[in-house]
């Protein structure tokens, strides 16, 4: 399948409530592949308005999509750098063993 993109002016799709899958990927600064992924796992909410299965997204949806993934990528951030701490925390709590001259 072949992708066709349309030429959107960027200002125009700021003023738009409903976007288009290649609008909602432009906005965002992705692929449209990336777009098609989260509505159909269910992460971002489209609506299809014709029988050929054309979607709309919401501006909004896209909103709340964005400060989801933003929270998910939060949440592992801390939990790496909690990791880390940890392990810099055990490396400063062993005691360094001398060196013992035969």
Known sequence: MVAIHTQTD?????????????EVAALIRTGERSVYKAITSGELRAVPINSRGDLRVARSAVQEWLDKQAAVARQKWLEKLAALMEERRKTADTPEREAVSA
Do not use: E
């Open 10 to 22: 960027p200002n125009q799709i700021a003023r738009l409530d409903w976007l288009k899958v290649g």
